[in-house]
């Protein structure tokens, strides 16, 4: 392009410096490109030749812009829509706020889970069982119901007229006797009959009590991260000494009401609760177990088909009683996912699942049943002062055939004379970070740590 003259570029900076003029207009005007006008009214070029009196255009905000000749600024549809742009840019700054703040708090344990990936080591998997299979046995699935341990709750005799005595290792020794039970009958008792090929854990809430109504400073280790440490490492002790004896193991985890970290419920948190760092740490501690796998999903309850038949899961406390008297409340919830059960994918829904009353109980409903388990602490202070309540330690196991649906039950009781006596194989009392790397073990030097066998 041949270099423009002097007196060229005199025109155009006396063309930019009128009012309206605009660096498009002026390019057009002169037949010279866009760019060319840009270098010269921002002074890049030409900077020998001077500006009209007055001195170069002021650069306006916002950019070049074509001037709307139809623009009114009171017309009402301009303002209407004016302020409608101003709600919803306001609204959206509101949403955006609340969005970031519980993201701070539900992404809290999951960047706990990211951390402890990486330095939980898995605990070994125990050889397999192999059982022969006899002519003419029943194939059934064996369902095992683990909720409202609360195994971190101390409670001492004098604050429950002596009713009960607990903590961390008697939760431990209940736990070794409900995987003994459960070995036992489905291997041994039933065998003859019976052949459990797959074992289902429904995790449903209340592992821990929380940091509600000050238990984290009654608690047995007095540190909440701690104590889902330990009940995690239980837990997984647990399905370690289940997985030998079936061909596969399915553990499903929801929330209850006493991990959650809010004043209220939360029903878009449901991993903000330290319920699923419990499943979480349990899950990578059994990350070597080929047979075991975990379910957590993002909610308060789940549906599952359990070798044919549908089941529902869920903690309980949102279910209001009447009258003191829950039944009556989950008995309405019941019917209500009944109807809406017809409208979902999957086998229909014919037991309902949950805990949370501590108080283990049956109910049957139209052609489907509701099923109350029981707690892993008989009572404590509120209970036994409150209401004088107490119920005989216990959980629920029963079978599931896919044309008869559940066919046996039993609650397991989980006292045993030996409590007093502390756990034979799950040992964590004093030393709830065995199998994390970088951290001490707790016990006396020289001493080799306790081993861990399966169940006989």
Request: hydrophobic content about 30%.
């Amino acid at each position: 392009m041949p270099r423009l003259k002097k007196k060229k570029v005199q025109q155009i900076k006396s063309d930019l410096c009128k009012p309206d003029a605009t660096q498009p207009a002026v390019a057009k005007k002169h037949r010279i490109s866009r760019s060319t006008i840009s270098d010269i009214a921002t002074g890049r070029t030409h900077k020998d030749v001077p500006w009209p009196e007055g001195g170069p255009p002021v650069k306006r905000a916002g950019g070049q812009r074509k001037p709307n000749v139809d623009y009114d600024p009171t017309n009402g549809r301009i303002l209407e829509l004016e302020a409608e742009i101003a709600h919803l840019r306001d609204e959206r700054n509101r949403e955006r706020q609340k969005a970031q703040a519980g993201a701070k708090q539900r992404g809290l344990f999951k960047a706990m889970t990211d951390v402890l990936t990486d330095r939980i080591i898995p605990i070994k998997p125990l050889p397999p069982v192999r059982r022969p299979r006899r002519k003419g046995q029943i194939e059934e699935h064996c369902v095992m119901h683990l909720s409202d341990g609360h195994h971190d709750q101390v409670v001492v005799p004098d604050e429950c007229g002596g009713l009960e005595t607990y903590n961390f290792p008697i939760s431990c020794c209940r736990g070794e006797r409900y995987v003994e039970t459960v070995v036992e009958w489905t291997q041994q008792t039933l065998h003859p009959q019976f052949r459990f090929t797959d074992l289902w854990v429904l995790a449903y809430g209340d592992h821990t009590s929380g940091e509600i109504h000050g238990h984290t400073e009654r608690s047995y280790f007095r540190n909440q991260f701690k104590n889902c440490f330990a009940i995690g490492k239980l837990h997984a002790l647990m399905y370690r000494d289940l997985a030998p004896h079936f061909r596969s193991m399915h553990v499903v985890y929801v929330p209850g009401n006493h991990g959650r970290r809010t004043a209220k419920k939360d029903h878009h948190g449901a991993h903000d609760n330290w319920d699923y760092l419990v499943g979480k740490i349990a899950e990578l501690y059994c990350g070597d177990i080929g047979n075991i796998d975990f379910l957590i999903p993002d909610a308060f309850s789940v549906n599952l088909d359990i070798n044919g038949v549908g089941f529902h899961v869920f903690h309980g406390d949102d279910v209001r009683g009447s009258l003191g008297i829950p039944y009556y409340g989950l008995q309405r919830r019941q019917r209500n996912l009944t109807a809406l059960a017809h409208a979902q994918d999957g086998p229909r829904i014919r037991y309902f699942c949950c805990g949370h009353f501590h108080k283990p109980g049956v109910v049957g409903d139209m052609d489907g049943e509701l099923i109350v388990n029981g707690p892993w602490v008989a009572s404590d202070a509120y209970a036994f002062n409150s209401f004088a309540g107490y119920s005989e330690p216990s959980q629920w196991i029963h079978g599931v055939n896919p044309k008869h649906g559940v066919t046996w039950r039993m609650n397991v009781n989980l006292r045993s004379d030996r409590e007093q006596c502390g756990p034979n194989r799950y040992k964590l009392e004093f030393n709830p970070d065995v199998n994390i790397k970088g951290t001490r073990t707790g016990r006396a030097p020289g001493k080799k740590r306790n081993a861990s066998s399966a169940p006989a």
